[in-house]
Nanobody, 124 residues
Framework: VQLQASGGGLVQPGGSLRLSCALS????????MGWFRQASGKEREFVAALGWSGTMKNYADSVKGRFAVSRDNAKNTVWLQMNSLKNEDAAVYYC??????????????????WGQGTLVTVSS
């Protein structure tokens, strides 16, 4: 299984970006999907997770109400819609696939496959 994250870039505070994560070498519906981020000089942290069907979702408190995670299993793609971006949202964002399809937790150890990351810069 390989994951390819894309969609990062430079955005002003208050702006929006949509990140994509394409899965290949497997069937997306077999996996729960997570998004994590790592800001410069900080540890990687959980952002959001989505169960296999797209019904079960979990968000970090810091992004609730601003970010939305979704998936299209037919397209083998997951998205992270980020609105009202803040300076503190700047980070490298990673998508990850978990082999327990109902898992929407925050533990990195439960995600077996990781993408390469896409950089989000929030600056005026």
């Amino acid at each position: 299984v390989q994951l390819q994250a894309s969609g990062g870039g430079l955005v002003q505070p208050g702006g929006s970006l949509r990140l994509s994560c394409a899965l290949s070498g497997g069937t997306l519906s077999s996996y729960a999907m997570g998004w994590f981020r790592q800001a410069s000089g900080k540890e990687r942290e959980f952002v959001a997770a989505l169960g296999w069907s797209g019904t079960m979702k979990n968000y970090a408190d810091s992004v609730k109400g601003r970010f939305a995670v979704s998936r299209d299993n037919a397209k083998n793609t997951v998205w992270l819609q980020m609105n009202s971006l803040k300076n503190e949202d700047a980070a490298v964002y990673y998508c990850a696939a978990g082999e327990h399809p109902y898992y929407t937790g925050t533990s990195e150890g439960n995600y077996a496959y990781w993408g390469q990351g896409t950089l989000v810069t929030v600056s005026s």
